[in-house]
């Protein structure tokens, strides 16, 4: 099984909603990842949890807030978002946080903001 | 910094002939190069790797080889299917980021029958 599993795969929200992302793996890996893909562009790392602990955060701002509430689980909570927010955000997991690990890809949640 | 440079596309084809995309890269050290395919509404799906110099990675036809002398890895494959209509990612892990991928642009193909 080499599959990360986001849900839902689409979500339409307003800019004062709170909604949440999920992603979830089986295959006992422990660092999980958040990207958010635009539009003919390639992905760019938002967070990084290594053993559910959060050690990356690319300067993301605050109205995204990840969590890892176990080893096979991640979340992102999101919360006044603006139209620019619109995007793929993608879910990725990897064995460990080491050099040639390879991270495999959800299928991605596709965010409108309106 | 890394960074990872690929021919622009879109590249447009007809089915049954020969791929190259090319893909070559600045990092210091020893990267991990791999390609990565995102077909139309979905995610990145892992298509090769390598680790070292000289390996090459392949997978469902397609190949790459890993070659620090002129720090390339181009995608490769003989003969292109419709199905094989996507966009294409090189991209690096370099010993000292961590887990940080460094992507290329990407590189759209269409396959035409």
């Known amino acids: 099984d080499t599959e990360v599993t986001q849900t839902p795969k689409h979500l339409v929200m307003g800019m004062t909603n709170k909604k949440s992302l999920k992603c979830e793996q089986h295959m006992g890996h422990r660092a999980m990842y958040w990207y958010k893909q635009k539009a003919k562009k390639p992905p760019e790392l938002m967070f990084v949890?290594?053993?559910?602990?959060?050690?990356i955060n690319e300067s993301v701002p605050s109205r995204f807030s990840p969590e890892c509430p176990n080893s096979s689980l991640l979340n992102l909570h999101l919360h006044a978002l603006q139209p620019e927010d619109s995007a793929l955000y993608l879910c990725?997991?990897?064995?460990?946080?080491?050099?040639?690990?390879?991270?495999?890809f959800g299928q991605g949640t596709r965010l409108t903001v309106v | 910094g890394n960074s990872v440079t690929q021919m622009e596309g879109p590249v447009t084809l007809s089915e049954e002939a020969f791929l190259t995309i090319n893909c070559t890269y600045t990092a210091t050290g020893y990267p991990s190069l791999f390609w990565y395919v995102q077909y139309p509404g979905e995610g990145l799906q892992l298509l090769l790797k390598?680790?070292?110099?000289?390996d090459k990675g392949s997978n469902k036809g397609f190949e790459a080889t890993y070659r620090k002398e002129t720090t390339s890895f181009h995608l490769e494959k003989g003969s292109v299917q419709v199905s094989d209509s996507a966009v294409y990612f090189c991209?690096?892990?370099?010993?000292?980021?961590?887990?940080?991928?460094?992507f290329g642009e990407g590189t759209q193909l269409t396959v035409n029958p």
């Open positions: 991209a690096l892990i370099r010993e000292t980021s961590g887990s940080r991928l460094t």
């Open positions: 990725a997991s990897s064995q460990h946080v080491i050099l040639g690990t390879e991270a495999f």
């Open positions: 390598a680790t070292k110099a000289d």
């Open positions: 949890y290594s053993y559910e602990k959060l050690s």
